[in-house]
């Protein structure tokens, strides 16, 4: 089974070795065949030989099926990021990173944080870079970017260190013997549901769906979804982050005001006002 | 949350993808040489670690992997913040975004 990922990972590094930017001619295409084809041998492999029967599974087979697509798409996408030759279009790419990622967040019950992920890296990180590059971007012939933008700086040794972590991280992740698999710890399941709303949720006001609607049908729909003794993702993250984490919530609140004031410091330009004019009596 | 914990195996396939973006941000870090690439791929850094720590999240069915995703994003939004505003003091000085104009800074 390493093995089988261990040459994955070299040909995986020769892949993106190829696409770098660098000067002269540079067998792009042919690292992106490489490397797709690389990507698509290694999920066939897992998928026939790496996933658990569907009686012992912990997803649906479709959310599996997902999870492969925004794996691949955030994977490809971060390969064009790193590659390509116009920051402007690296952040773009790095968008389709981020909605990938929020998609694989989805398939793993993460829905309050995928919804957070897109509107703060997203909305805001994003927005911020593309703000920097137009403000840094040299006027001048669009055809020819600036040196420092075709010419990537030692990719041949930052490939081969970043794959052999990768070796050594896969080599972790994808254990041999059976007795070496990862189990879920029982002790770290988190408090049910039912014991939240009882224990600490004691005035959560139950939804009267009568309030909501007169139409019978439309109430029998509400109350198929609505379950009263469940909480949604939202509401176990809250009470986790406000009830486990108070401190941490305050520190990221100082963090923030921080790099607020200092970001403004650093970037404010200094002008003199203008001098008066003198007046000779 | 749901009652039936991921699977071991199918951890390893979500563990796989956040490792492969962690990397490929490292070798972006270590090979741009555009200032502003660089901090968008220590960015992706952290994409790769949100889907790791969401994906161990799932697997011990414990919401505080998800709770720390949210100071992850906490921690990129004060980073973007602050090293944007440093590279445009950087570009005022030199005119250039290339990280090798300051290499003087090695010592």
Request: proline share 7%; aromatic share 10%; with cysteine.
């Amino acid at each position: 089974m390493p093995y089988f990922l261990y040459i994955a990972s070299v040909l995986g590094a020769v892949a993106v070795w190829m696409m770098m930017p660098r000067h002269g001619y540079s067998p792009r295409k042919l690292g992106a065949v490489v490397g797709a084809m690389t990507l698509g041998a290694m999920w066939l492999y897992l998928a026939r030989h790496h996933l658990p029967p569907s009686d012992e599974a912990g997803l649906s087979q479709p959310a599996m099926a997902y999870s492969y697509v925004f794996s691949a798409l955030a994977i490809g996408a971060a390969i064009r990021v790193i590659t390509h030759q116009k920051p402007v279009y690296a952040a773009l790419w790095f968008v389709m990173v981020v909605l990938s990622t929020a998609g694989l967040l989805l398939v793993l019950n993460a829905e309050f944080m995928a919804a957070a992920l897109v509107i703060i890296y997203g909305g805001a990180i994003l927005v911020t870079y593309v703000f920097v590059i137009m403000l840094a971007s040299q006027a001048g012939d669009p055809a020819d970017a600036p040196e420092y933008d075709r010419v990537a700086r030692e990719p041949a040794a930052a490939v081969a260190v970043g794959f052999l972590l990768l070796a050594v991280l896969l080599s972790a992740a994808f254990p041999t013997e059976p007795h070496q698999l990862l189990r879920p710890n029982p002790e770290a399941r988190g408090p049910s549901d039912a014991f939240i709303i009882e224990q600490y949720l004691t005035d959560r006001p139950a939804q009267r769906l009568e309030e909501l609607t007169d139409d019978p049908q439309q109430l029998r729909q509400l109350a198929a979804i609505e379950s009263p003794g469940a909480l949604d993702n939202a509401e176990r993250v809250g009470f986790d982050l406000f009830h486990n984490h108070p401190l941490g919530l305050e520190l990221a609140g100082v963090i923030l005001l921080v790099s607020l004031v200092g970001a403004v410091v650093i970037a404010r330009v200094r002008t003199e006002p203008p001098q008066p004019p003198e007046v000779s009596p | 949350m749901p009652d039936t914990p991921l699977h071991s195996l199918e951890l390893s396939h979500f563990l796989l993808t956040g490792a492969v973006l962690f990397v490929i941000g490292m070798i972006g870090f270590l090979s741009r040489r555009n200032l502003i690439i660089i901090f968008l791929c220590t960015e992706m850094m952290f994409q790769g670690v949100v889907v790791t720590l969401a994906a161990f999240s799932r697997f011990h069915l414990n919401d505080t992997g998800q709770t720390f995703v949210i100071f992850v994003l906490t921690i990129a939004a004060a980073e973007a913040a602050l090293a944007l505003g440093l590279v445009v003091l950087l570009f005022r000085r030199r005119h250039t975004l290339d990280a090798q104009a300051w290499s003087e800074l090695r010592g």
